[in-house]
């Protein structure tokens, strides 16, 4: 049985006063993404009146802190403690099957996005909403879900020209990635599709819908769907809930 290859060491770095970055690599993959979700979770089970919260990323891992209730070194050594004997399992999280209305007025660069890799545009939604993604991190605009795991065949340079502004809810993608657009702003990516979900609602209990570790599942609908499930979610009938699946459960 062959065991598991060595990761590297976590740096240190100082983010201001409060604050503390656990750098994992240089690099987007699972491997290191996985290694900051399962800090993040092990931390977030002892936030309190020292450790106050946690920001995870692509390859790190923000910790705020109160200085007052904790020290710095005594911080490195909390998180020392959470990554001695790490093993890379998987951390409990929620999946989600996203309906997309894909081409036309939701998604205006499927067509060229098909014909510069030489595909149909029913090509480019088959391969687009086949994988199962993974959240990598949120950011960039509340609620903005970064995905990860996107087929090779479509990764694609992000636009020349960005354009100013993007309907909330699109489903883009520029260079190796994929991702769920929260609110209406600028974007040099790729347009696909589009979701009647909102990832960003203040009037919810929880105003983000996804979380970082959380994995997606596209499922292609048509405008006719997509215009009604858009309508019962203003009128607040249709509230976006994750399956339940086991993380391994490919499709």
């Known amino acids: 049985m ?31 993404n996985r290694r900051v979700q399962q800090l993040a979770a092990r931390l977030n089970a002892q936030r309190g009146d020292a450790i106050v919260g946690v920001v995870p ?49 939701c998604g205006e660069d499927l067509e060229t996005l ?21 959240v990598y991190m949120v950011g960039f605009l509340p609620g903005f879900a970064y995905l990860g795991d ?8 992000r636009r020349a ?17 994929t991702a769920i657009a929260s609110v209406a702003g600028p974007s040099g990516w790729h347009l696909l ?10 009037q919810r209990v929880n105003p983000f819908l996804f979380a970082a570790g959380d994995e997606v599942v596209f499922t292609p609908i048509g405008e006719k769907d997509y215009a009604q499930m858009a309508a019962a979610i203003d009128r607040g009938d249709d509230l976006p809930r994750p399956v339940s699946r086991e993380p391994e459960d490919e499709r």
């Open 193 to 202: 599709g589009r979701t009647p979900w909102r990832s960003f609602d203040p």
């Open 114 to 134: 098909a014909a510069t890799h030489d595909m149909t545009p029913g090509e480019v939604i088959a391969l687009h909403s086949a994988p199962v993604y993974r």
């Open 57 to 105: 990323t692509y390859r790190s891992l923000t910790v705020s802190y109160e200085p007052l209730r904790i020290s710095l070194d005594a911080l490195r050594a909390k998180i020392v403690a959470c990554l001695a004997g790490e093993q890379l399992g998987s951390v409990p999280s929620r999946r989600w099957l996203v309906p997309v209305c894909y081409g036309g007025e």
């Open 150 to 157: 996107l087929d090779q065949r479509l990764h694609t340079p």
């Open 161 to 177: 020209v960005p354009r100013p502004l993007t309907p909330a809810g699109s489903i883009n993608v520029g260079g190796q990635q």
């Open 2 to 32: 062959s065991l598991p290859p060595k990761q590297p060491t976590p740096r240190f770095l100082l983010a201001g006063d409060r604050a503390l970055t656990v750098e994992f690599g240089q690099t987007i993959d699972a491997l290191t």
